[in-house]
């Protein structure tokens, strides 16, 4: 981009003079320019990311085009661009690219002070004139430079994050691309190749918004990695959880973020089972309850969430006696049961929990075998009513109800 002085006066000899020497002197500046790099800026300090060929090329050029400036009614900033982009590429910081520019400038400058004492015969007045158009030209250089680099970086950082989504997307989905490993796309996404994992869904509020927000880097602060995937009506992730400790401060972070419902798989050990977390994962969210929902993994759990299609229906015939039930008379009947299984059968101790005598848990037990046809004391038909009513619990089915009708769900 070509870029025009706003008030030039005419240029006269003192100031040909300046510029002359400045060209004269132009490879030795570069040279004390990148040894001054080299030495003042540390991600300078090696040729490891920028070879010398290549910074002193730069720099010569960039300050060849700052002293055309002192007699070019207009100069291009286009050297400063390609610099600026350029070393975005190569992930040098902005601020090591400024810093390096005001190294070449202070040099340059120094060699203007060195050419006024060298010749006592030019005027003060284009000594000040081509100093204020060579400050004048770094600052239009500058500023050109950090707007290449600052849009490059952007480009780069949706770039990478449009990468990431999708390779996110193969491992958590199971569609691996031939040429790449389940574990090099783990690589790639910085996730470590041993577990255990978690795997999350999280329901968006509004489409295409995450309800999730930040949600990397906020693990990342926990020294937790992980990789995620924004759909139109889900965020999709990977988390590794190595412990217990971990585990519980990820579903504490969770909690505190989200915008709704969020299911959570149980933790898996080995990247190839990702597809299989995801599902149960998403199976958290349709059942009943809100905010965050884990999976616990158990046999349970997992037959009750496996095959919905067919363990809903288990459910319904088992369980439509106390459906047909109002809400006062349903619900105490399945709290229980559920009680009395989270106890092992010990009726004192569900007692004691649900604040009542030992004979009305016995009574409401009956009833319960009553209603469903199943006896307790039967090892198959406790297994039935056991998984009935944790397909009641998980995905929450209760069929044709009437406005009076009980709602038994409970977390």
Sequence with gaps: ????????????????????????????????????????????????????????????????????????????????????????????????????????????????????????????????WSAQHIWEAQDVFVDAMADAHRERTTEQALDDAAERAALAEYLLQGRIPTDQSLWEIAAMLHIPTTGPYLAVAAAASEIGRQPLPGIADRLRALDVYSAWRLLPDQQIGIVHAPTAATRGQVIDLFRRVATGRVGVSAPFSELRDTPHGLTFARRELVGPGTGVSVFDGSVLGTAAMAAPETTVDLARSVLQGLYRLPADDCGPLMETFRAWVAHDGNVKDVAAELYVHPNTVRHRLRRVEQLTGKAVGSPRELAELCLAFEVDARIGVMPDRGAGAPSSHRR
């Design 1 to 128: 981009m070509a870029v025009s002085h706003a008030a030039r006066r005419p240029v006269d000899a003192d100031v040909l003079c300046i510029r002359d020497e400045l060209y004269a002197r132009l490879d030795p500046i570069t040279d004390a320019a990148v040894a001054g790099i080299r030495a003042g800026v540390p991600f300078y300090a090696t040729d490891a990311v920028i070879s010398d060929e290549l910074l002193r090329t730069t720099v010569h050029d960039n300050l060849r085009f700052v002293v055309d400036a002192l007699t070019e009614p207009a100069f291009d900033t286009a050297p400063a661009a390609t610099t600026g982009r350029t070393r975005a590429e190569l992930d040098v910081p902005l601020a090591s690219v400024m810093h390096a520019y005001r190294i070449g400038m202070h040099r340059l400058w120094s060699e203007v002070s060195v050419i006024a004492e060298r010749h006592p015969e030019l005027s003060k007045r284009s000594l000040l």
